[in-house]
């Protein structure tokens, strides 16, 4: 029987970092989600220097330093907040759990300060509870996670809609009806034993009072290529090597970071050539999502990003592929075509689920994947395994 995986409540900081199989591993939230070209340089020398050069993506829009060790934890974080980039402590830090559109115009970078702000004044909320700040015309947040989303209505007025609820509230004053909703969600029951999410809450029925304003339609995940704003830039499972940082840095843009695996260079009118980077939509490796695996992660029963790679030529376009080192599908939460959960056995297959759904097929072996994978996949020119 394979054990639980162990859930802890807390998402790592830079101040509180979480110690993993290949060492600590360090989160920076840069403000806003941006981060200047010197602030990326300095964050990728920070990465060789103090760690082993791995630099993470979050599906929160955090950097995630990895294999930095208890000796040279202090000096990154003098090396960081020589950028501006540490809170003065580890409760601010926690508390400052917001994710803000890429597509940053003027006034959501008001309203951005504004909430900033309002985070600090926040009451003791579970760990993982968070916010996003989607005030574009359309929302482009929808599936990262976050339980009070600031978003528009058609009309443009701006609403506060609780995770899980498609209605929202239409905002009077930013601070004051943030505060209230967080206030709200504690007294309505949301938190046991230190935890609890706003969609929970909402599923249980229990819904907040003048949610009645649907927010604008929302926009559909944006693919890497050149928009308006800038140029957007994959990354491969949300990983990249400081190299590739450095190199960004020295493009001298605006870089913000967004929680789909994506950078957008602001200002950007040409697509970066660069080792590490998926410029093309249709890259299969776009199909795959996988986390650290083994040996990464202490808790991984098996080995992810190698078999979704090898595998990602196989699958059709459009068509989405999960690899889990675990039943916890820390890489993606959400429902996949197809999910491999690594197990003591094998791995198990999940279709049209979650990591934690029942498994169609148990025990596979590698090599037998692609015979459960769609027919038409198995075409003679697909790599092998
Ligand atoms: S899902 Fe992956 S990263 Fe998350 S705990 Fe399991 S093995 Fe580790």
């Known amino acids: 029987m394979t054990a639980a995986p162990e859930i802890k409540g807390w998402c790592p900081g830079a101040l509180r970092p979480m110690l993993s199989g290949d060492g600590l591993v360090v989160r920076i939230r840069p403000p806003f989600g941006s ?52 809170d003065p402590d580890i409760e601010t830090e926690s508390l400052r759990n917001l994710i803000v559109t890429p597509f940053l115009d003027a006034e959501t970078a008001v309203l951005a300060a504004t909430l900033t702000a309002t985070l600090t004044r926040m009451p003791r909320l579970p760990g993982k509870f968070g916010f996003a700040l989607d005030t574009g015309p359309r929302p482009v947040l929808t599936a990262a996670s976050a339980d009070i989303r600031v978003e528009r209505a058609a ?14 509230k239409p905002i009077t ?74 190199a960004l840095a020295a493009l001298g843009h605006e ?19 660069l080792p590490g980077l998926v410029t093309d939509p249709a890259d299969p490796i776009l199909r795959v999502t996988a986390c650290t695996g083994a040996p990464g992660c202490p808790q991984a029963l098996g080995e992810t990003r190698a078999l979704a790679r090898s ?47 029942t498994p ?4 596979l072996m590698p090599s037998a994947i692609p ?15």
Request: hydrophobic share 40%; with cysteine.
């Open 35 to 86: 981060l200047t070209p010197a602030q990326a340089a300095a964050i990728a020398e920070a990465a060789q220097t103090h760690g082993n050069g791995i630099i993470d993506l979050s599906a929160r829009a955090n950097l995630q330093l990895r294999g930095v060790t208890q000796a040279s934890h202090p000096k990154l974080i003098d090396d960081l907040s020589a950028q501006s980039l540490i």
């Open 155 to 168: 009309d443009g007025r701006l609403i506060l809609r609780p995770d899980g609820l498609p209605f929202g």
């Open 173 to 246: 004053d930013l601070a004051a009806d943030t505060l209230a909703l967080a206030d709200w969600f504690l007294a309505s029951g949301g938190v046991t034993n230190g935890r609890g999410r706003m969609a929970a809450l909402i599923a249980r029925g229990i819904i907040p009072p003048g949610c009645d304003t649907a927010p604008a339609t929302p926009l559909p995940q944006p693919e890497p290529g050149l928009h308006p704003d800038g140029a957007l830039v994959a990354l491969a499972f949300g990983q990249m090597q400081a190299e590739t940082l450095s």
């Open 255 to 273: 870089i913000r970071l967004t929680p789909w695996r994506m950078l957008l260079l602001v200002g950007a009118t040409r697509l970066p050539e």
């Open 311 to 357: 595998l990602a030529a196989r699958l059709p376009e459009g068509k989405s592929l999960h690899v889990s080192g675990c039943t916890k599908g820390c890489a993606h939460p959400g429902v996949s075509d197809l999910t491999l959960v690594a197990t003591a056995r094998g791995y198990d297959l999940v279709h049209g689920g979650t990591a934690q759904d």
């Open 360 to 363: 169609s097929h148990r025990a």
């Open 371 to 385: 015979d459960h994978l769609p027919d038409h996949t198995k075409a003679p020119n697909a790599p092998p395994l």
